[in-house]
């Protein structure tokens, strides 16, 4: 596991994608264990894994084997629902991070709706930190949605940075300040922000440049470009781009 250096910024890499290539065959490789274990090797700081309702990608046993086979903190994406809340209490991971999910889309649209949900997630939100498990929201950088984050007393936010990294020209100037206010916004509230989705080698040294973000969560980026200079390089490569920005 990385030493934490105060002021820098962690990566977390989401692997769940090194499982996708795995269940389009059946079997068991590719292994996200295995992807788990490259990470820690190179200097990642966390591992993210979303299990979905669907299984489409991490399944149920892989958790356990990814908790077993790293000392690197887990962080489980998760719907706000009470099969994966169980699931979450029994394995308790590092982190939880609540986001919106929809059968059938690819992957996460979008931010969590926590100012309309409030209701909602309180109890979620509550049990999982009763258990010691540190709760983050998947959010749109709004600031309904971060005092909304602030009411239900979860330590930590995600800013979804798609349309950032959608965006072209002066509008991805309007949407790199959004990210910006809203974790300063975050961080002068206490929540810690972290930011995610959609972070290539072309986009993410304005991101990682915003001084009060403390996370990065990657995946799909770097699981592609792993296809063409293996998970170690591609890791570390984000890994230079983040430091230079800071």
């Known amino acids: 596991m990385s030493a934490l250096v105060p002021g820098r910024l962690r990566l977390g890499v989401n692997i769940d994608h090194v499982a996708t290539i795995r269940n389009a065959r059946g079997g068991d490789h590719p292994d996200p264990v295995r992807a788990a274990q490259i990470v820690a ?47 979450a209490l029994r394995h308790k991971p590092h982190a939880a991070c609540i986001v919106p999910e929809k059968r ?6 979008g931010g969590l709706d926590a100012a309309g949900q409030h209701n909602h997630l309180a109890p979620v939100v509550g049990r999982l930190l009763d258990a010691g498990i540190r709760v983050s929201l998947f959010i749109a950088p709004d600031p309904r949605q971060i005092e909304a984050a602030l009411r239900l007393g979860v330590p930590v936010v995600e800013l979804h940075t798609g349309e950032y990294a959608h965006a072209t020209g002066d509008e991805r100037a309007v949407e790199l300040r959004k990210v910006a206010d809203m974790a300063a916004l975050a961080a002068k509230n206490g929540i810690e922000p972290h930011a995610g989705h959609g972070l290539t080698y072309e986009n993410v040294q304005p991101i990682a440049a915003i001084p009060q973000l403390a996370e990065l969560n990657i995946g799909h980026y770097l699981v592609g470009e792993a296809i063409f200079t293996g998970l170690e390089a591609a890791v570390r490569r984000m890994r230079e781009l983040m430091d230079e920005a800071r």
Do not use: F, K, S, Y
């Not at 059938?104 to 649209?109: K, V």
């Open 41 to 87: 090797a190179v200097g990642g700081d966390g591992i993210t894994a979303h299990l979905r309702e669907d299984r489409r990608h991490i399944r149920d046993d892989d958790l356990a084997r990814i908790q077993a086979a790293t000392d690197l903190p887990l962080n489980l994406e998760m719907a706000a629902t009470d099969e994966m809340l169980e699931i």
């Open 104 to 109: 059938e889309e690819r992957t996460t649209e």
